[in-house]
């Protein structure tokens, strides 16, 4: 079961310009350009972002989008968006379970006003 959210959101996110060489960075991530740590909702609930299950670019037109599938405290599931052209977050679903996301990838406009 899935739940639409569509929801702008605040993270906390490490930006990476080059590998982290660093033996004390987070397991398995190191590799990756954005990693988000927490989100922050508009009622002030913060999810603790425990495991990324997956991430993607994805183009839209000249637009760049970042996927992730994210897991938080609690065994909550959520698809969480980046779209670097409005420099903006948004929190898109939250499913019962995870393997919805882990073999699809899905097309998204984000259109917020």
């Known amino acids: 079961m899935q ?10 996110a490490v930006f990476r310009s080059f590998k982290d060489s660093d033996k004390h960075t987070r397991s398995g991530w190191e590799h990756k350009r954005i990693q988000p740590r927490y989100v922050k909702r508009k009622k002030g609930e913060v999810l603790t972002i425990t495991d990324v299950r997956r991430s993607y ?40 379970d995870q393997m919805l996301f882990d073999e699809k990838e899905i097309n998204v406009d984000i259109s917020m006003e």
């Open 3 to 12: 739940t639409v959210l569509k929801e702008k959101v605040n993270v906390d």
């Open 57 to 96: 670019a994805q183009r839209k037109g000249e637009r760049l989008q970042v996927h992730f599938v994210i897991c938080c405290e609690g065994e909550r599931y959520f698809h969480l968006v980046y779209d670097a052209d409005k420099i903006l977050w948004v929190l898109l679903y939250e499913f019962d």
